[in-house]
């Protein structure tokens, strides 16, 4: 199955029982906001944690309905964190979400070696395009959380990508690893790099997906141009994952998409126990509820 | 291979320093009466005239060079393909060294611009179904990327000669697998993209493999391993010198296999074999520098 847009997660959760998500440090308006629209629409069961006083006067300001909400009064935010940490790691909530914090005193917590919510995986970043000239939805990891992965830490955050994309009824995504040039270059460490998953994947050691790459943008995405450049791939034009060389890259090209392509964007952190939305401050409601839909249909 | 020199109707003449060597003369001797061959022989004319005797050869089959020393004589044999008064350079009693040293002398000898230099072998093993080419037993002892694609080139340039028009060729490592202890494995990786963008050329590449799925499909089968070179390569390309050059004598000694080689990266083919080789291996190089000249 395919994802032509992102309102085709809900397919995904409609099938299956409610997700519980804790929102922590949960004052915060724009997460709020998204969340009770997410739970107002069947998506998630929430549980805020944070200052009681503090959601109730923004849910008041801004006309949320929360009777019958779970709040857990806790106006230290750093002990909100831990709490909904705690709550998740005891299986207790299926989806964790950052509030009012920053993003590097909630990793802190998830990455806690007693109680946080560590696997042994590499955590990654992974986020799902909706962009109109493009027929399908386009997965692109890792644009904000992984610097400069070395190979080693390409194949984990491949793997996780790819097992997020099995989950959410991808049988054998197409993944492309993106260089500046299509061709194999000894002064480009990603081409390189592009080449070692490659064979890796022919060797069946990096499962359950089918890889190529170096692929130029224009390759990966435009069957034309692979075919003008005279490409013979299985992914080129219709890549489902573009892996990034690095996250200047990712992370330019997610903003020229949501900027310039007014893509759609939902994106959640990969490789803990569970998916943790972790939107930044500066992305709109409307990317926050995707990301609570996309966390909720990988969370399976 | 003779019917393919044959069927080149040109002589070709060949230049050999330090000729008086038994096995070499016979050798030559045997291309010269085929019609392929004109020699050329430099170094000490009362020995290689005593050697030819000794053999019952007629020594006015050849030219003779006369020289002092086996430095001399490698040289002048450089020197005279260097001018075109030769097409083909053979090494005969000089050390490996002190030829080789004549042959990519900067000035005067006989390298490529910019070229690496390597080895190819063509072995005929009755095991086989086909002729097999391998490289490098002999110049590069580990060869790093580059030269891995140079190696490659050389090998399929070869293979395509002998008529394969694209050839298989299988980067030989231990396992299939690619592994961080197996640093060449990530060359072949690198250098299998390259061949399918077309950036290494004619040929189906495929490793890293070891050498049972490289040369034998039932492994294929057993293993279960999707590879397009499928236990059937015309080439074997070995991660170093001191992998291929075993692989080869072993041939040799214990499955009756037959090696021919070539220097590789000049402008004009340079025959070096051990001074050990039989008659028969030498003739065989001999035939095949005159079908790559």
């Known amino acids: 199955m395919v994802l032509k847009n992102l309102n085709d997660l809900r397919r995904i959760v409609e099938g299956g029982p409610r997700k519980k998500l804790v929102l922590a440090a949960a004052q915060d308006q724009h997460s709020l906001g998204a969340v009770i629209k997410a739970w107002k629409e069947n998506i998630i069961d929430p549980i805020l944690i944070g200052d009681k006083e503090g959601i109730q006067n923004i849910c008041l300001e801004n006309n949320y309905d929360i009777t019958g909400l779970p709040i857990i009064h806790e106006p230290n935010t750093e002990m909100s964190v831990e709490k909904a940490v705690r709550m998740t790691s005891s299986r207790q909530a299926d989806i964790l979400m950052k509030g009012m914090i920053g993003s590097s005193t909630l990793l802190k917590c998830v990455l806690n070696k007693e109680w946080g919510l560590r696997t042994g995986n590499l955590l990654s970043h992974f986020a799902l395009f909706e962009v109109e000239t493009y027929h399908k939805v386009i997965a692109v990891t890792d644009v904000a959380m992984n610097i400069a992965p070395n190979l080693q830490e390409k194949i984990a955050i491949l793997n996780n990508s790819v097992k997020c994309l099995n989950k959410l009824g991808y049988r054998m995504p197409k993944v492309a690893v993106l260089g500046a040039v299509e061709m194999v270059n000894e002064n480009m460490e990603a081409t390189l790099h592009a080449a070692l998953l490659s064979k890796m994947n022919q060797r069946d050691q990096i499962k359950n997906c089918i890889i190529d790459g170096p692929l130029a943008f224009d390759n990966a995405i435009s069957l034309e141009s692979a075919k003008h450049k005279g490409i013979r791939s299985e992914v080129a034009g219709d890549t489902d994952l573009l892996l990034m060389p690095d996250i200047e890259v990712g992370n330019v090209l997610y903003k020229s998409l949501v900027f310039f392509a007014k893509a759609k964007v939902a994106s959640i952190i990969l490789g803990a126990l569970v998916p943790i939305v972790l939107t930044s401050r500066s992305d709109s409601e409307q990317a926050k509820f995707d990301s609570i839909l996309l966390a909720a249909a990988a969370s399976k | ?293």
């Not at chain 2, 000794?54 to 001399?72: C, P, W």
């Not at chain 2, 072995?123 to 590069?140: C, G, N």
Request: hydrophobic share 45%; glycine share 6%.
């Open chain 2, 1 to 293: 291979m003779e019917e393919k020199v044959l069927a080149l109707k040109k002589k070709h003449r060949i230049a050999i320093a330090w000729a008086q060597d038994s096995n070499t003369i016979s050798a030559i001797h045997k291309a010269v009466t085929k019609g392929f061959v004109e020699a050329i022989m430099i170094g000490k004319s009362s020995e290689i005239i005593k050697t030819c005797r000794a053999e019952g050869i007629d020594e006015k089959l050849f030219t003779l060079i006369e020289v002092e020393d086996e430095n001399r004589a490698s040289v002048e044999a450089v020197r005279l393909a260097k001018t075109g008064d030769a097409d083909i350079v053979m090494k005969g009693l000089v050390g490996t060294d002190r030829f080789l040293k004549a042959v990519m002398d900067k000035e005067n000898g006989l390298m490529a611009s910019n070229a690496t230099l390597s080895y190819v072998g063509a072995i005929e093993i009755p095991a086989y179904h086909k002729l097999l080419f391998i490289t490098d037993p002999a110049v590069i002892p580990y060869p790093d990327l580059d030269q891995k694609i140079s190696m490659a080139g050389y090998a399929i340039e070869m293979a395509r000669k002998f008529g394969v028009e694209k050839p298989k060729i299988a980067l030989i490592g231990a396992s299939e697998k690619m592994g961080r202890h197996f640093e060449n494995s990530a060359d072949y990786a690198v250098m299998c993209k390259m061949a399918e963008r077309g950036q290494i050329k004619e040929c189906i590449m495929d490793g890293p493999l070891d050498l049972f799925l490289a040369c034998d499909k039932k492994s294929i089968e057993i293993k279960g391993v999707e590879t397009p070179v499928n236990g059937d390569a015309d080439i074997l390309l070995f991660p170093s010198l001191e992998s291929c050059n075993p692989f080869y004598k072993g041939l040799m000694l214990f499955a009756k296999g037959e090696l021919a080689g070539l220097i590789r990266g000049t402008i004009k083919p340079v025959i070096v074999m051990s001074r050990s080789e039989s008659e028969k291996s030498k003739y065989f190089c001999v035939a095949l520098s005159c079908l790559m000249a």
